[in-house]
């Protein structure tokens, strides 16, 4: 199993830029597919964006495609989600997921590990 932990969340103004990172720990992170999801308040936790484990392969939701760019260093243990031209809407938790020989996509579900978030707040 791996431990996942994010940082590089804040505030940021609409239109405006941030970059998420995930580190594992565990483990072989470069056997693991890896992603981010997110959680707004009183709303499901959705499916942003995934990399296999190689790095060959990525998937990203309708609402974010060619404004997040997803990317890892597998010598590093770690991952990233760029962010560009954010909206307000997109305030929310972002979780850091790997999933063991898995694809870009996910569901939420047995044998995804998750970290403990770290929070996105675009303001207008």
């Known amino acids: 199993q791996v431990q996942l932990v994010e940082s590089g969340g804040g505030l940021v103004h609409a239109g405006g830029s941030l970059r998420l990172s995930c580190v594992a720990s565990g483990d072989t992170f470069s056997s693991y597919a890896m992603g981010w999801f997110r959680q707004a308040p009183g709303k499901e936790r959705e499916w942003v964006a995934g990399i296999t484990s190689s790095g060959a392969g990525t998937g990203y939701a309708d609402s974010v495609k060619e404004r997040f760019t997803i990317s890892r260093n597998n010598a590093k243990d770690s991952g990233y989600l760029q962010m560009n031209r954010l909206k307000p809407e997109e305030t929310a938790v972002y979780y850091c997921?790997?999933?063991?020989?898995?694809?870009?996509?996910?569901?939420?579900?047995?044998?995804?590990?998750w970290g403990r978030g770290t929070q996105l707040t675009v303001s207008t």
């Open positions: 997921w790997s999933k063991k020989y898995s694809g870009a996509r996910v569901l939420i579900g047995a044998y995804v590990y």
